[in-house]
């Protein structure tokens, strides 16, 4: 069994590119040209630059002695909160960027929910001096007031997308419609595993550093490359590729794929898509997606917007369909809670997205001597308001 | 010969319009389809409403938006057509995203058009080499004409590819750009409908996207077979009873 991708584009039976003529010559020439730019000596050298002196990187793979008490087992953080931009999504954004700067293209597009991967777009936009444009649900915009700001501050253009529901998806369409009105100078930069091919191999590979460095630091922390299990959430799915790579053809390695429930799986309000979903078209991918019975797409629910998306990456699709990865749903109050905890314990505070792979632990026996390793894929800066709130803090 | 390639046949500048399925109200499409035919048009793009049409400008999204509040589906435009066959001549293409025919069945859709007297489709999101390899022969099966879309940036080998496997039309996308009335073409455009003219291809094009009056639709119509009016019909029947659709066709 492959667990990655395939000539033609998919993983098993999905992923593809199921786009328009319109924008096939952009896909066209990315699928073309992505691999060879990427083993560019010069491209790895610049990009493993970036990650070191401007990311930060390798982040801390750092062993949480009073949470592994709590739970008695054995558990790791991958200190992706620690990045510059305070999350996983910059990995992606630095490799696309000089991906970009080498396709020729001087006008950057991208689609924001939260506006994490916005702000980490405008960033590495402000930091190679490129033109930046942001799409952002209205709804979003209203919610997420501080990353409106930060991108702006950054230089970017931040449009509303007004169509629809006025959130990710339609942000996702507004930057689709963008580059089809745009072919020629135009990068799009998506913010996760999903899109047409090459996009979720392309992103994958960028975010594959984290599994790569935890390969390396668990090798000097605990004498193996493998951990017992990789837990990680999963909103379209990048930190959990990124967390999985190195993992995917190591049967032994047992991992974890969180999905936000939302109000409840069965609440009507929830984004558990590997649940919920069926299989179908979304933003140019054959995958799993929230739909109705007659095919159109309907809007997912959770707290926190990063995990809001009514599909998943084709890979994940692929993963769960095959039973490679365990999925696992967790409600908005066990994530809230798990957040809490986490910073009670290790004076952590994690974005709401993370807090949902920390939910596992109380749905879940570990052993004993078992190596956890959770990707902690943002901090919750972004999120204080979510948690005041909730916790009436 | 189906009606689409009968009617490409005529020695005349082929008008076609799309309109959205639904819209404005849930049951006007019968009687949308009916007077276009009496105003004169030649070929008509049903479009099956999608909750996230990537291709489509404001207009046609708003339409589809409403069309899908009004209750819009497969099913619901399949009965409201099933005796369509019996008031109208013309060509009949449903427009539609691939995503709901994927959820309906695609045999089963390919089915039902057949069954009703439906001569085309059109998806813009199904791939030309994914229809080419999964699909093709079903169409077949139910005399089903595929139309695939050709953009000023698309290449001359893969528009020859375009047309060894097309039996209709090849719908030429004046520009790049979603969905859209336009006032006037400019230099760009009359280049491409040159460099296509040039290519001498088997199949007659007819071009979409941007054509919203007279002038843009000779300009589009120079050396094309025809002309496709969407967004600036879709705003007509927004703002002008059904019994008035003879009106915009002035310009034509
Ligand atoms: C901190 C954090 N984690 C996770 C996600 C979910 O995205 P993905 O599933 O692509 O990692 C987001 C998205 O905004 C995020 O900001």
Not at chain 1, 286 to 299: S, V
Not at chain 2, 79 to 88: A, F, G
Not at chain 2, 136 to 141: D, G, R, V
Request: proline share 4%; glycine share 8%; charged share 20%.
């Amino acid at each position: 069994m492959s667990y990655h991708v395939d000539e033609k584009g998919y993983y098993g039976e999905f992923g593809g590119a199921y786009i328009p003529e319109m924008l096939y010559p952009n896909v066209e020439e990315l699928r073309q040209n992505y691999l060879k730019i990427m083993q560019e000596e010069s491209f790895q050298k610049e990009f493993h630059q970036l990650l070191k002196d401007y990311v930060g990187r390798p982040s801390p793979l750092y062993f949480a002695k009073r949470l592994s008490e709590k739970y008695n087992t054995k558990i790791y953080l991958k200190r992706e909160d620690l990045n510059h931009t305070g999350a996983h999504k910059v990995n992606n954004t630095i490799g696309q960027i000089l991906m970009a700067k080498r396709l020729g293209k001087n006008r950057i597009i991208a689609e924001t929910g939260a506006g994490q991967h916005g702000v980490a777009t405008a960033t590495v936009c402000a930091l190679m001096g490129i033109e930046c444009i942001v799409y952002m649900g209205e709804i979003d915009i209203a919610r997420q007031a501080p990353n409106v700001a930060r991108m702006k501050m950054l230089g970017a253009k931040v449009v509303p997308a007004t169509s629809g529901s006025k959130t990710l998806k339609d942000a996702t369409n507004e930057a689709i419609r963008d580059w089809i009105n745009n072919p020629v100078d135009t990068h799009y930069i998506i913010g996760s595993v999903v899109g047409p091919h090459p996009y979720p191999d392309m992103v994958a590979r960028f975010q594959s550093v984290v599994s790569e460095e935890i390969q390396k630091q668990l090798l000097e922390q605990e004498n193996t490359a493998f951990p017992n299990h990789v837990i990680a959430c999963v909103g379209g799915g990048s930190n959990a590729a990124g967390a999985f790579y190195h993992f995917l053809d190591e049967e032994k390695v047992n991992l974890i794929a969180v999905e936000a429930a939302g109000h409840g799986v069965d609440s009507g309000e929830s984004a558990a898509t590997s649940i919920l979903g069926k299989e179908g078209i979304i933003h140019g991918s054959k995958t799993l997606l929230m739909q109705t019975k007659d095919g159109q797409i309907t809007e997912p629910y959770s707290i926190s917007a990063g995990l809001d998306y009514p599909g998943v990456g084709p890979l994940h699709a692929h993963l769960f369909k095959t039973g490679r990865a365990e999925f696992i749903a967790i409600t908005d109050d066990q994530a809230m809670q798990a957040g809490l905890e986490l910073t009670k314990l290790e004076g952590i505070i994690p974005a709401i997205e993370s807090s949902h792979a920390f939910a596992v632990l109380k749905e879940k026996e570990f052993k004993k001597d078992d190596i956890v390793i959770i990707n902690l894929s943002g901090r919750g800066d972004k999120d204080l308001d979510t948690y005041i709130k909730y916790f009436n803090l | 010969m189906n009606r689409i390639q009968q009617k490409l046949q005529e020695n005349k500048k082929l008008v076609s319009i799309y309109f959205t399925a639904g819209y404005p109200t849930l049951t006007d499409t019968k009687s949308i389809i009916e007077n276009l035919e009496k105003a004169g048009t030649d070929i008509i793009e049903i479009g099956l409403p999608f909750s996230d049409p990537l291709a489509d400008g404001p207009t046609i999204q708003e339409s589809s938006t409403k069309a899908l509040k009004n209750g819009m589906n497969s099913e619901v435009l399949f009965e409201q057509l099933k005796d369509i066959r019996s008031t109208v001549n013309i060509p009949l293409i449903i427009m539609g995203y691939f995503n709901p025919m994927l959820q309906y069945g695609v045999e089963e859709f390919c089915k039902k058009c057949n069954e009703i007297g439906i001569d085309g489709l059109i998806i813009p999101d199904l791939p030309v080499d994914v229809y080419d390899e999964a699909y093709k022969s079903l169409f077949e099966k139910y005399n089903l004409t595929n139309i695939f879309l050709i953009t000023p940036q698309t290449s001359d080998e893969r528009i020859r590819y375009i047309d060894s496997i097309s039996n209709g039309f090849i719908y030429m996308v004046s520009s790049a750009s979603v969905t859209g009335a336009k006032n006037t073409f400019g230099e760009q455009q009359k280049a491409y409908f040159e460099r296509i003219n040039n290519l001498n291809l088997k199949t007659p094009q007819i071009v979409g996207f941007g054509i919203s009056n007279k002038e843009t639709f000779e300009q589009a119509t120079t050396y094309a077979k025809g002309g496709i009016i969407g967004s600036a019909f879709v705003k007509h029947i927004t703002n002008h009873p059904i019994g008035k659709i003879k009106d915009f066709f002035i310009f034509a």
